[in-house]
């Protein structure tokens, strides 16, 4: 049973990339085109790990998704995988402080950063690496959410 990853994205463009890439490494994706604001839409799901497109750093409102995605009972073991063009001021800001399984993956990034963190998060072995998509890259620059 191939793992279940949900990833949230307000760029159409990065969602298509993404979810094409996944698919071909025998992913079941999910995309979604906004923001993750509603944690029983992913419990719902019953993903292995979730992706969050994010702004330059964090807004209170996206720390509080994150703390209710980890208390709630069904996702508190999910791995999460935020990209953000604000990696080093999240890191610092201290917001994550005591948040467990979360991966920061700074943008902009090359599929093959994404697919690394991935593996990781899932504790799965990392494939070799693959020519077909040795050029794919996501970095287009700031992708805001």
Same mark, same amino acid.
């Given at each position: ?7 949230? !994205? *307000? ?7 993404? =979810?094409? @890439? ?5 992913? =079941?994706?999910?995309?979604? #085109?906004?923001a993750?604001?509603d @944690?029983?839409?992913v ?5 292995? &790990? @979730?992706i969050?497109? %994010?702004?330059?750093?964090f807004?209170?409102?996206? #720390? ?6 980890? !208390?709630?009972p069904?996702?508190? *073991? /999910?791995?999460?995988?935020?990209c953000?063009?604000?990696a080093?001021? /999240?890191? !610092?800001s201290?917001? &994550?402080?005591? @948040? ?5 993956v700074p943008k902009?990034?090359?599929? %093959?950063? &994404?697919?690394?963190?991935? %593996?990781l998060? #899932? =504790?799965?072995?990392?494939?070799? /690496?693959?020519?077909?998509?040795? !050029?794919?890259? &996501? ?7």
């Amino acid at each position: 049973m191939p793992h279940r990853i949900a990833v949230f !994205n *307000h760029s159409a463009n990065i969602l298509l990339l993404i =979810e094409s @890439v996944l698919k071909q490494k025998g992913f =079941e994706v999910f995309v979604f #085109l906004e923001a993750l604001t509603d @944690v029983s839409r992913v419990v719902e799901l019953n993903p292995d &790990l @979730v992706i969050i497109g %994010h702004v330059t750093g964090f807004v209170d409102d996206e #720390l509080d998704i994150i703390r209710q995605f980890r !208390n709630n009972p069904t996702t508190e *073991h /999910v791995p999460i995988i935020v990209c953000t063009t604000g990696a080093a001021q /999240v890191r !610092n800001s201290g917001g &994550l402080n005591g @948040v467990s399984y979360i991966t920061i993956v700074p943008k902009p990034f090359n599929i %093959h950063e &994404l697919l690394d963190a991935i %593996h990781l998060a #899932l =504790e799965i072995p990392s494939p070799t /690496v693959d020519a077909s998509d040795a !050029n794919t890259s &996501l970095s287009e620059g700031p992708i805001i959410l």
